[in-house]
Nanobody
Framework: QVKLVESGGGSVQPGGSLRLSCAAS????????IGWFRQTPGNWREGVSC????????YYADSVKGRFTISRDNAKNMVYLQMISLKLADTGVYYCATAVCTSQSGVYYPTSDWGQGTQVTVSS
Protein backbone atom coordinates (compact mmCIF):
# COMPACT_ATOMS: atom_id res chain seq x y z
CA GLN A 1 0.00 0.00 0.00
CA VAL A 2 1.47 3.33 -1.07
CA LYS A 3 1.58 5.64 1.88
CA LEU A 4 3.25 8.87 2.94
CA VAL A 5 3.24 9.85 6.60
CA GLU A 6 4.10 13.31 7.86
CA SER A 7 5.61 14.08 11.25
CA GLY A 8 7.60 16.72 13.08
CA GLY A 9 5.04 19.45 13.51
CA GLY A 10 4.61 21.37 16.73
CA SER A 11 4.15 24.74 18.35
CA VAL A 12 6.85 27.39 18.13
CA GLN A 13 7.22 31.11 18.57
CA PRO A 14 7.80 33.42 15.63
CA GLY A 15 11.38 33.08 14.50
CA GLY A 16 11.52 29.45 15.61
CA SER A 17 12.41 26.36 13.63
CA LEU A 18 10.92 22.96 12.90
CA ARG A 19 11.92 20.04 10.76
CA LEU A 20 9.15 18.08 9.11
CA SER A 21 9.61 14.51 7.92
CA CYS A 22 7.78 12.59 5.24
CA ALA A 23 8.15 8.82 5.41
CA ALA A 24 7.23 6.73 2.40
CA SER A 25 6.10 3.13 2.65
CA UNK A 26 4.88 0.63 0.12
CA UNK A 27 7.02 2.09 -2.63
CA UNK A 28 10.48 3.53 -3.26
CA UNK A 29 10.31 7.26 -3.79
CA UNK A 30 13.65 7.45 -5.61
CA UNK A 31 12.20 8.57 -8.92
CA UNK A 32 9.29 10.56 -7.62
CA UNK A 33 8.92 14.27 -7.26
CA ILE A 34 7.77 14.90 -3.71
CA GLY A 35 5.91 18.01 -2.67
CA TRP A 36 5.10 19.65 0.61
CA PHE A 37 1.76 21.39 0.82
CA ARG A 38 -0.03 23.24 3.58
CA GLN A 39 -3.50 24.28 4.46
CA THR A 40 -3.60 27.44 6.49
CA PRO A 41 -6.73 28.59 8.32
CA GLY A 42 -9.36 29.87 5.90
CA ASN A 43 -7.33 29.05 2.80
CA TRP A 44 -7.06 26.39 0.17
CA ARG A 45 -4.22 23.92 0.31
CA GLU A 46 -1.16 25.44 -1.29
CA GLY A 47 2.18 24.21 -2.52
CA VAL A 48 5.12 25.05 -0.29
CA SER A 49 8.06 23.21 -1.75
CA CYS A 50 8.86 20.38 -4.12
CA UNK A 51 11.91 18.29 -4.87
CA UNK A 52 12.59 16.59 -8.14
CA UNK A 53 13.07 12.84 -8.25
CA UNK A 54 15.15 13.07 -11.40
CA UNK A 55 17.84 15.52 -10.32
CA UNK A 56 17.05 16.52 -6.75
CA UNK A 57 16.38 20.13 -7.68
CA UNK A 58 14.35 21.97 -5.05
CA TYR A 59 11.52 24.38 -5.75
CA TYR A 60 9.98 26.82 -3.31
CA ALA A 61 6.96 29.04 -3.08
CA ASP A 62 7.96 32.69 -2.89
CA SER A 63 6.48 32.93 0.59
CA VAL A 64 8.98 30.44 2.01
CA LYS A 65 12.02 30.97 -0.17
CA GLY A 66 15.12 31.55 1.92
CA ARG A 67 13.47 30.13 5.04
CA PHE A 68 12.54 26.57 4.12
CA THR A 69 14.83 23.86 2.78
CA ILE A 70 13.58 20.64 1.24
CA SER A 71 15.80 17.58 1.08
CA ARG A 72 15.51 13.88 0.46
CA ASP A 73 17.24 10.73 1.59
CA ASN A 74 16.33 8.03 -0.90
CA ALA A 75 18.19 5.38 1.08
CA LYS A 76 15.84 6.02 3.99
CA ASN A 77 12.82 6.66 1.78
CA MET A 78 12.39 10.02 3.45
CA VAL A 79 11.85 13.64 2.48
CA TYR A 80 12.37 16.52 4.89
CA LEU A 81 11.35 20.13 5.18
CA GLN A 82 13.57 22.27 7.37
CA MET A 83 11.78 25.44 8.37
CA ILE A 84 13.49 28.41 10.00
CA SER A 85 12.41 31.97 10.79
CA LEU A 86 8.86 30.77 11.10
CA LYS A 87 6.11 33.35 10.85
CA LEU A 88 2.57 33.46 12.13
CA ALA A 89 1.42 32.98 8.54
CA ASP A 90 3.17 29.60 8.40
CA THR A 91 0.61 28.14 10.80
CA GLY A 92 -1.29 25.29 9.23
CA VAL A 93 -1.43 21.59 8.53
CA TYR A 94 1.45 20.39 6.38
CA TYR A 95 1.15 17.47 4.00
CA CYS A 96 3.54 15.64 1.73
CA ALA A 97 2.58 13.87 -1.46
CA THR A 98 4.08 12.51 -4.59
CA ALA A 99 3.79 15.35 -7.03
CA VAL A 100 4.83 16.96 -10.25
CA CYS A 101 7.12 19.89 -9.55
CA THR A 102 7.15 23.00 -11.68
CA SER A 103 9.38 26.05 -11.53
CA GLN A 104 6.40 28.29 -10.91
CA SER A 105 6.12 29.46 -7.33
CA GLY A 106 4.00 27.02 -5.37
CA VAL A 107 2.67 25.26 -8.44
CA TYR A 108 3.07 21.58 -7.73
CA TYR A 109 0.57 18.96 -8.74
CA PRO A 110 -0.08 16.28 -6.11
CA THR A 111 -0.41 12.76 -7.47
CA SER A 112 -1.04 10.73 -4.30
CA ASP A 113 -3.75 10.71 -1.70
CA TRP A 114 -3.47 13.04 1.25
CA GLY A 115 -2.39 11.69 4.61
CA GLN A 116 -3.21 13.06 8.02
CA GLY A 117 -0.72 15.86 7.82
CA THR A 118 1.21 17.40 10.67
CA GLN A 119 0.14 20.55 12.49
CA VAL A 120 2.49 23.51 12.64
CA THR A 121 1.48 26.32 14.96
CA VAL A 122 3.43 29.55 15.15
CA SER A 123 2.23 31.83 17.90
CA SER A 124 3.60 34.28 20.40
Amino acid sequence: QVKLVESGGGSVQPGGSLRLSCAASGFALDDDDIGWFRQTPGNWREGVSCISGRDGLPYYADSVKGRFTISRDNAKNMVYLQMISLKLADTGVYYCATAVCTSQSGVYYPTSDWGQGTQVTVSS
